[in-house]
């Protein structure tokens, strides 16, 4: 191959790859700073919901009365983004256009399971409203997430405070096992009235010979979190050791 076409090869796969890295356009970024603006308030409406209710109470036993529609409305509002507005959810836009390193498939699970147990599991079993574990996940959502638009916003606007980057790559640690312990028990409080009652559950025979056992489903699903969650928690500590142990060394080299 002539030098030429050597140069010509390379500065088509230099423009390549500068189109890989470039960011959203105006247009979406415009979208995608206003969305990430009003979940991080939501979820600010969320923890301030909380709080309100804590003092008034002098308890924490039932709070999740306090917050339960602003909770269904922007965990689903997560739903928006998968299958609208694809390659964004969670960062997925920000994780596709190289602005935030993130793994889809990992924050697909994550965004799925809470809708999951924010409906299928605390919405549909009243019982378990009341239970300590349910305030155990929402407190780990709602600290979670009020960290996570708040750190995707400012990367969008290119003016991204260290304490959120750090807060982000570090609150993960304590948090993700916080919540993760909450869906779990939530699930397991909500087996026995799913058994008894044979909630979702379609028994044969029936037309469509079909049938399905809601009961076991969640034991599925409870047995999923074991090779999925650990996926997810040292995903995120690679990630802190990425980017804040680049920080660290950037200042040490200042």
Same mark, same amino acid.
């Given at each position: 191959?002539? $030098? ?15 189109? @890989? ?5 105006? !247009?979406? /970024? ?10 991080? $308030?939501?979820?600010? =409406?969320?923890? =301030?919901?909380?709080?309100?209710? #804590?003092?008034?109470?002098?308890? *924490? ?16 509002? $997560? ?37 999951? &147990?924010?409906?299928? =599991? ?12 349910? &305030? ?6 709602? =600290? /979670? ?7 995707? /916003?400012?990367? &969008? ?16 640690? %304590? +948090? ?14 909500? %087996?026995? #009235?799913?058994?008894? /009652? ?15 056992? #809601?009961?076991?489903? !969640? ?5 999923? *979190? ?5 996926? +997810? ?7 802190? @050791? ?7 060394? #950037?200042?040490?080299?200042?």
């Amino acid at each position: 191959m002539s $030098a030429a076409a050597q140069g010509t090869s390379k500065a088509a796969h230099g423009d390549v790859a500068s189109k @890989k890295k470039k960011g959203p356009g105006a !247009l979406a /970024t415009a979208y995608l700073v206003i969305y990430n603006v009003v979940m991080t $308030a939501g979820w600010l =409406v969320i923890a =301030v919901g909380l709080v309100r209710a #804590y003092l008034a109470r002098g308890s *924490y036993h039932g709070l999740y009365y306090s917050i339960e529609k602003p909770l269904k409305f922007f965990q689903t509002g $997560a739903l928006l983004e998968i299958f609208v507005f694809p390659c964004n959810a969670f960062g997925f836009y920000l994780s596709c256009s190289g602005i935030v390193p993130s793994s889809v498939v990992l924050t697909g699970f994550q965004v799925l399971s809470r809708v999951f &147990l924010t409906w299928a =599991v605390t919405h549909s079993v009243r019982e378990v409203q009341s239970e300590d574990s349910v &305030l155990l996940f929402v407190t780990a959502w709602t =600290v /979670t997430e009020i960290i996570r638009y708040s750190f995707y /916003t400012f990367s &969008l606007l290119n003016h991204l405070p260290y304490l959120i980057k750090w807060a982000r790559y570090t609150f993960f640690i %304590l +948090l993700y096992p916080m919540g993760v312990t909450g869906e779990l028990l939530t699930i397991y409080a909500a %087996l026995p #009235y799913v058994q008894k /009652t044979g909630l979702y559950s379609v028994t044969l025979p029936n037309k469509y010979n079909f049938s399905f056992d #809601y009961y076991s489903f !969640l034991i599925l699903i409870m047995i999923s *979190y074991i090779p999925l969650f650990p996926q +997810l928690y040292f995903h995120m500590l690679r990630q802190r @050791k990425k980017v804040l142990g680049r920080t660290e060394d #950037y200042s040490k080299v200042e």
